[in-house]
Structure formats: C-alpha cells, structure tokens
C-alpha cells in the first residue's frame, strides 16, 4: 500500500489542523489505517487509527480534541486536530496495516507555535 500524506504546517497554538492520508487502495481493504507522530528528539508514538469495519481509536493523550475519519470513495483517513498545543509539534506519518504488509507515508510535519 502507498500512502500519501498532506495537510501539516505551522499554526498557532489553539489552532486546528486536518491532515489527509490517500492511500493507492481502497481503504476497506486495509486491516488498520492510522497516525502516528514523532516530535523532536523522541520515539514515533501512535495517535489514532480506524479499523476497515470502521470502528475508530484515540488515544487518550489527544481524545476530545483530535478525530480520525474516513472518506471510502476518496481512500482517504483524516485527522482533525483541534485545540492544538505546542506539545502536538512534529512529524505526522500516516500507516496502513493489512494481513500481509505494514506500510508508512513520507510524514507531513505539523509546528504549533505558543
């Protein structure tokens, strides 16, 4: 599966951001599509993801503010980011799961500013 990311930039903080994941298949055909983030200077950390069923998963470091969606005719995942905080600063990359792959995005990069 690719996956194209888009949508990060630099707000300030408060802010909202939505970021888009097109993937080169139909999203109902991957297991799991989700975001994961890396802030400078630390590990990759998983955000959200939706489940091909559609079922849906925050983490509860970001829940309230952030939402994961989907569009099947577009093979898209969202996710909008809304209150955002400094500590929502970094990489945001996109990753898909299916039975038999674990694909990644080339990441968009999202700056909050105080």
């Known amino acids: 599966v690719q996956l194209q990311a888009c949508g990060g930039g630099l707000v300030q903080a408060g802010e909202s951001l939505k970021l888009s994941c097109v993937a080169s298949?139909?999203?109902?055909?991957?297991?799991?599509i989700g975001w994961y983030r890396q802030a400078p200077g630390k590990q990759r950390e998983f955000v959200a993801r939706?489940?091909?069923?559609?079922?849906?998963y925050v983490v509860d470091s970001v829940k309230g503010r952030f939402t994961i969606s989907r569009d099947g005719v577009k093979n898209t995942v969202y996710l909008q980011m809304n209150g955002l905080n400094p500590d929502d600063t970094g990489v945001y990359y996109c990753?898909?799961?299916?039975?038999?792959?674990?694909?990644w995005g080339q990441g968009t990069l999202v700056t909050v500013s105080s």
């Open positions: 939706v489940h091909s069923g559609g079922s849906a």
């Open positions: 990753n898909a799961l299916t039975g038999t792959s674990d694909s």
């Open positions: 298949r139909s999203i109902f055909s991957i297991n799991y």
